[in-house]
């Protein structure tokens, strides 16, 4: 892309270097004004995700450019950027190499520490490549003892911490009765926003098991399927208890497909330390892992204290290792260069595990099918460009318990777009503007994404390339505690 009005493109032989400029400070409309752009104005779009931060990806010849940004209709500088004075005041200055040619960065005494030029990195120290309209970017390497190093002290602060710590000081936490409908059950997860909760047996005086939105799925794809003896009728009176008894034979069915599925209640106690949390939440597939306190031996009056997740234990370790980044090396590295994630393969590159992708066309039976047997919690819905367009998750499926709306669908027919659209909520306050896809780039510090990770509601990151949001591949929780652990 490159501005309305300029001929690089048209020029024979000119060799274009698409070029990210990024103004991270915030303000309501952004420009960028350069020699490139004839010192006309080009908007900048806010980054998904990131409300403050503008960006646009111009196509400029290789060469000594100039530019400003125009912020809320102000002309100003980027002062962690390479600057100089002209005839126009202060400017940016970036200066790119012809072809194979290796430009290093410019440092002067006028450019602080910091870059804003690409978002994927904080630090401007790159190397750019010029060949066939592409960035090269060399990377940190980390040393085998600074991994190791890195994971020992992990590991020391997780087990010297406990499951107590990751109590918050004030909030709720959902058990649901065995005995409840299975309908009303999914209704009060989709209404409280939970992708699952403890499931309480009175006549046994213990929790039992939990209920999640995985059993959902099963559901709706048992009513999918012609020859199925579950009807809408018994989803209305069944119970969950019923339902758990009956799902001992779709266990068996899906374990023939060698998907595990938990067949007991994974617990721990407040004086469990958050490594054994993370420990049980990675080895038995569990999102979540209840808290429970007994006040006598024999483990009589359970009390549910909280629902211990990946995201609340890595915020523990954000909060602890955040004024001390220089203690845990691996932190500053791109998670490019560490083995975290699923990727898209590059040409020739075998891939083990692929990364799953739908288009918002598709069905919602292929979405689910897609959930259960390639044991994934969510799933990239990309345009035809393989640009992203939205998530699908498994606790998405709890918007069809909303109004009987599974009894009025077939799920071969509705498609994923139809089906997040039965998820939003006409008369929230915020309208359709709640955020359901969070992104990071490829170059992004491990630190950043560890940090993006640890806030509520945030289970996962789908890797986009800058600019075009095509999808390079997705990170989740689990993925960096399997890497942190060196699982």
């Known amino acids: 892309m490159y501005p309305s009005g300029m001929d690089y493109g048209r020029e024979s032989g000119t060799v274009l270097i698409p070029t990210?400029?990024?103004?991270?400070?915030?303000?309501?409309?952004?420009?960028?004004?350069?020699?490139?752009?004839?010192?006309?104005?080009?908007?900048?779009?806010?980054?998904?995700?990131?409300?403050?931060?503008?960006?646009?990806?111009?196509?400029?010849?290789?060469?000594?450019?100039?530019?400003?940004?125009?912020?809320?209709?102000?002309?100003?500088?980027?002062?962690?950027?390479?600057?100089?004075?002209?005839?126009?005041?202060?400017?940016?200055?970036v200066v790119l190499g012809r072809e194979s040619d290796y430009l290093p960065a410019i440092v002067s005494s006028q450019m602080p520490p910091g870059s804003s030029m690409d978002v994927d990195n904080e630090a401007f120290?790159?190397?750019?490549?010029?060949?066939?309209?592409?960035?090269?970017?060399?990377?940190?390497?980390?040393?085998?003892?600074?991994?190791?190093?890195?994971?020992?002290?992990i590991a020391v602060f997780m087990s010297t911490h406990m499951a107590y710590e990751l109590l918050p000081e004030s909030g709720k936490v959902i058990a649901l009765d065995v005995d409840l409908p299975v309908k009303q059950a999914f209704h009060i997860l989709h209404e409280q926003g939970i992708p699952m909760a403890p499931l309480w047996d009175y006549s046994k005086g213990k929790f039992v098991g939990v209920l999640s939105a995985l059993d959902f799925i099963l559901i709706m794809r048992e009513l999918g399927n012609h020859g199925s003896n579950l009807t809408e009728e018994e989803l209305e009176t069944h119970t969950v208890s019923a339902w758990k008894e009956a799902k001992t034979y779709l266990n068996r069915q899906l374990n023939e497909q060698q998907v595990a599925v938990s067949r007991r209640l994974v617990h721990a106690g407040p004086d469990d330390n958050i490594k054994e949390v993370a420990l049980k939440i990675l080895q038995n597939g569990v999102a979540t892992v209840p808290i429970i306190h007994s006040p006598s031996e024999d483990g009589s009056y359970p009390q549910l204290l909280h629902l211990?997740?990946?995201?609340?234990?890595?915020?523990?370790?954000?909060?602890?290792?955040?004024?001390?980044?220089?203690?845990?090396?691996?932190?500053?590295?791109?998670?490019?260069?560490?083995?975290?994630?699923?990727?898209?393969?590059?040409?020739g590159e075998p891939n083990v595990r692929p990364l799953a992708v739908l288009s918002p066309s598709a069905s919602l039976s292929a979405a689910l099918n897609l959930l259960v047997q390639a044991r994934v919690s969510s799933i990239p819905i990309v345009d035809e460009n393989d640009s992203l367009l939205d998530v699908y998750s498994r606790s998405d499926i709890t918007a069809l318990a909303k109004d009987k709306s599974y009894a009025h669908i077939n799920l071969d027919e509705m498609t994923i777009h139809q089906a997040l659209q039965l998820g939003e909520d006409p008369h929230s306050p915020y309208g359709n503007s709640i955020q359901r896809c969070y992104m990071c780039l490829r170059s992004d510090p491990l630190h950043k994404v560890m940090e993006k990770l640890s806030k509520p509601g945030v289970r996962r990151l789908i890797i986009v390339e800058a600019g075009s949001k095509r999808v390079e591949g997705i990170i989740s929780l689990s993925d960096i505690f399997r890497f942190l652990l060196g699982l």
């Not at 120290?125 to 002290?153: K, N, W, Y």
């Not at 997740?309 to 203690?327: A, I, N, T």
């Open 125 to 153: 120290h790159r190397v750019v490549r010029v060949s066939d309209g592409t960035l090269l970017e060399p990377f940190p390497r980390i040393s085998e003892a600074d991994l190791q190093m890195s994971r020992h002290r």
């Open 20 to 93: 990210r400029f990024v103004w991270p400070y915030g303000g309501r409309i952004v420009y960028i004004s350069g020699s490139f752009t004839g010192w006309t104005q080009w908007p900048m779009t806010p980054l998904e995700g990131c409300p403050s931060v503008f960006q646009t990806v111009c196509s400029l010849p290789p060469g000594y450019h100039e530019y400003k940004y125009v912020v809320d209709g102000e002309w100003r500088h980027d002062e962690h950027q390479p600057f100089s004075n002209s005839n126009l005041g202060i400017v940016n200055t």
């Open 308 to 347: 211990a997740s990946l995201s609340g234990v890595l915020k523990c370790l954000c909060r602890y290792f955040r004024h001390s980044p220089g203690s845990l090396p691996v932190l500053q590295m791109p998670i490019c260069e560490i083995p975290v994630g699923t990727w898209v393969p590059r040409i």
